[in-house]
């Protein structure tokens, strides 16, 4: 250990009378599989312990059924009943020798109450999230006594399950311990509101009352936004955010700090990059002697060790990077620090949260699935017939997986790909403004390949039907991917856009080609130059593409006008926690966006536009169009060849774009899926997965 330029984190840490391993510091963090799918959660956070990460926590864990977070999938302990359901991740993890966290959380506000149909306490009456016109019971002081024994018995029923770490959470303004902190949300006239002293007064009883329960043997910590980014509306690093951190700095075992909301704390990478929070966070250490945690989507050893010996944190907290790489601490630890598989910064993870469905990661195809079906983030089952040999035809984000887990079970593989560049997708998109950090999807990959003799890649081979049947392979998956649609077809037009054959309509594909990039489906005539002057970017794609050509466009010199179908600008960014910073940046960028809008036609220098809310036509000067609607499956090749299943070929399957588009995430997810399957039957109706 002594080599190991990165030996510090490997120390233990004293935190309070427990003591973590070393310094990799799992924080808590949402899965959407919560009390719903309690084999699925154990299973998941215990490879996270396999993996070394010191610590593993819940995630957000209700207290009482008065604060019941449905349809989202948290943590429950809520009574004695949801004891074994939370045992069973304490004992995955100890199993590990790792220490278990829970983070309880009285949300207050921000419950809707949907499953149980109780009224939440809150600081005030307030409404509760996502415009439902419900609203919260203003807490009297009888009502904060109950709602402190109720936080003193979930902690000691967490205790029960077997935790080492008990949280009091007042973070993300997801929690009644924050609201009350908030001068805007706190307007009380009791002793828990007017000055800061009185505001605070709730979070050092719960966490008086914590550690009086359970502080003999479980460390308490808080959880504490100390900036909401807000500037002078919000609490700030150098106003309140600091004055709390004062007044309570002995009190915790342990301060896990952070920025709020969540769309700041779990910053997309498009707008926030490694160790952005340790602007915000690092005067707390100066005011506590107790241990510190702090994220910032660290994927590089060399930025946790910066943070430690410049005494930002003593615990490298993390929740993404520890999804995309449950064992990043066990590579760096073994020194083979270019297998980490870093997190892109997407969060496609925290969008399973928000549609309420099992977690998901875009680099981690086993993340979710460790238990329904048995899939290890590091190992594979072998192969059955290791000298049978496959072909991938395509190298994006499918091919490139399947090829990596088919060369992992010991297969022969032949990867091809048309272009020079392998990565498909995710090459072209990594050169879009911010979306640098796409392209490890296909870095990792190549690293892996790389190291397997039993691989063979061949860039700049695009493959015919002949082709692949004269190569001779009797086992063939397809993974050539899609294209984007020219003619404005999607969501909102079921039918092509009149004048969209003018040469200035482009799509995104154009915009990435480059002049020497070969991209199928590119128009020729436009490949490797922009638009120019005032530009309509129509999306009815609702994610990042047509926001991040908008801000292309706009660094290459346009006036662009971003015209959504949809009531908002990047509608299912929402769910990745981008949306706000879309907004932000756009409005930042001088771009005018108008959403409840459709292109109803193109034409020579001009496009009319439909406002579908007032039903009003209006015409738009612009010399260009982009039309970012559907895509197209490139599935030419597999439709050609499947005819010949038994007869040519022994088994054809395609995956990816090339069977449907989708984000990257599932492209991954469908590589890693039919490399997992190869040579089983899947023929069967019921799914191929275990059910809790
Ligand atoms: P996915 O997200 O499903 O992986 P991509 O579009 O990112 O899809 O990647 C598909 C890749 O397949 C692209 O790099 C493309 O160049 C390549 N490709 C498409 N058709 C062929 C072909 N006939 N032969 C070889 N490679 C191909
Ligand atoms: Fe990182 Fe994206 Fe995976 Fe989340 S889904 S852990 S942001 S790579």
Same mark, same amino acid.
């Given at each position: 250990m002594s080599e190991n330029p990165y030996a510090i984190l490997f120390e233990p840490v004293q935190i309070g009378p427990v003591t973590a391993p070393n310094r990799f510091y799992q924080v808590p963090h949402c899965n959407g599989m919560g009390y719903r799918l309690p084999q699925s959660l154990a299973a998941m956070r215990g490879v996270k312990a396999e993996?070394?990460? &010191?610590?593993?926590?819940?995630?957000? +864990?209700?207290? =009482?059924?008065?604060?019941?977070?449905?349809?989202?999938?948290?943590?429950?302990?809520? $009574?004695?009943?949801? #004891?074994p359901n939370m045992a069973r991740m304490t004992e995955a993890v100890h199993a590990h020798g790792a220490l278990a966290g829970v983070e309880l959380v009285y949300s207050g506000q921000h419950a809707r109450n949907f499953n149980t149909r109780a009224v939440a306490f809150g600081v005030d009456s307030f409404s509760?999230?996502?415009?439902?016109?419900a609203q919260t019971r203003m807490a009297d002081k009888e009502d904060l006594r109950t709602l402190r024994r109720w936080h003193r018995n979930a902690a000691i029923r967490a205790k029960q399950a077997g935790f $080492?770490?008990?949280? +009091?959470?007042?973070? =993300?303004?997801?929690?009644?311990?924050?609201?009350?902190?908030l001068s805007r949300y706190n307007t009380r006239t009791d002793e828990y509101g007017g000055s800061l002293q009185n505001?605070?007064?709730?979070?050092?009883?719960?966490?008086?009352? +914590?550690?009086e329960a359970v502080g003999d043997t479980c460390a308490v910590a808080l959880r504490l936004a100390v900036d909401e980014l807000l500037g002078e509306d919000g609490l700030t690093r150098d106003g309140e955010g600091k004055e709390i951190v004062a007044m309570l700095a002995e009190l915790p075992d342990l301060w896990d700090v952070n920025v709020s909301d969540w769309s700041n704390d779990s910053g997309p990478s498009r707008f926030m990059k490694e160790g952005y929070q340790e602007q915000y966070i690092s005067f707390v250490k100066g005011l506590t002697s107790k241990p510190v945690v702090g994220v910032g989507r660290y994927t590089s050893p060399e930025a946790m060790v910066s943070a430690v010996q410049q005494g930002v944190m003593d615990l490298i907290g993390s929740a993404r990077p520890s999804i995309a790489d449950p064992f990043l601490p066990e590579k760096i630890r073994t020194g083979q620090v270019e297998d980490i598989r870093e997190c892109i910064g997407c969060n496609i993870c925290a969008s399973a949260d928000n549609v309420g469905v099992p977690i998901r990661c875009t680099q981690n195809p086993t993340m979710g699935e460790e238990w329904r079906r048995s899939w290890h983030p590091e190992r594979i089952p072998a192969a059955k017939k290791a000298e049978?040999? /496959?072909?991938?035809?395509?190298?994006?984000?499918?091919?490139?997986?399947?090829?990596? %887990?088919?060369?992992?079970?010991?297969?022969? /593989? +032949?990867?091809? *790909? %048309?272009?020079? *560049?392998?990565?498909?997708?995710?090459q072209l998109e990594a050169d879009l403004p911010?979306?640098?950090?796409?392209?490890? /999807?296909?870095? !990792?990959?190549?690293?892996?390949?790389?190291?397997l003799p039993n691989v063979e890649v061949y860039p700049g081979s695009e493959m015919t039907a002949e082709d692949v049947?004269?190569?001779?392979?009797?086992?063939?998956?397809?993974?050539? &991917?899609?294209?984007?649609?020219?003619?404005?077809?999607?969501?909102?037009?079921?039918?092509? #856009?009149? &004048? =969209?054959? !003018?040469?200035?309509?482009?799509?995104?594909?154009?915009?990435? %080609?480059?002049a020497d990039r070969e991209v199928a489906g590119v128009n020729r005539e436009v490949a490797g130059r922009l638009p120019q002057g005032r530009v309509v970017v129509f999306d009815d794609d609702h994610y990042y593409m047509g926001s991040v050509l908008a801000e292309l466009l706009v660094g290459a010199g346009c006036e662009v006008t971003l015209v959504t179908p949809a009531p908002q600008i990047a509608l299912w960014s929402q769910y990745t926690l981008e949306q706000p910073h879309i907004l932000r940046r756009m409005k930042q960028l001088g771009v005018t966006m108008l959403p409840n809008t459709t292109l109803a036609e193109i034409e020579p220098g001009a496009v009319r536009l439909h406002n579908t809310l007032h039903a009003k036509d209006t015409g738009w000067m612009c010399d260009g169009v982009v039309l970012v609607t559907n895509r197209i499956s490139n599935d030419g090749l597999y439709r050609d060849l499947r005819g010949e299943v038994g007869t040519t070929f022994n088994s054809l399957r395609v995956i990816g774009d090339a069977e449907a588009p989708n984000i990257i995430a599932q492209a991954v997810f469908s590589g890693h899926l039919a490399a997992q399957e190869f040579e089983e039957d899947v023929t069967g109706d019921a799914p191929n997965f275990r059910r809790e």
């Open positions: 993996g070394g990460w &010191g610590v593993v926590c819940t995630e957000e +864990t209700e207290i =009482h059924y008065t604060s019941d977070l449905s349809p989202s999938m948290e943590g429950r302990l809520w $009574d004695d009943g949801d #004891i509760v999230p996502e415009y439902f016109p $080492d770490i008990i949280y +009091t959470y007042a973070a =993300h303004r997801l929690s009644l311990p924050m609201f009350m902190l505001r605070v007064r709730f979070l050092r009883e719960l966490l008086e009352d +914590t550690l049978k040999a /496959v072909l991938v035809v395509g190298g994006g984000p499918a091919g490139l997986e399947c090829a990596r %887990a088919l060369g992992q079970r010991g297969y022969q /593989v +032949t990867l091809t *790909e %048309a272009r020079r *560049e392998l990565g498909g997708r995710v911010g979306l640098q950090e796409w392209r490890r /999807v296909a870095d !990792w990959r190549l690293t892996q390949i790389e190291k049947r004269e190569a001779g392979f009797e086992d063939v998956i397809v993974a050539t &991917g899609a294209r984007w649609r020219r003619d404005g077809v999607g969501r909102s037009l079921r039918s092509p #856009i009149p &004048g =969209h054959a !003018w040469k200035e309509v482009y799509t995104p594909d154009d915009l990435m %080609a480059g």
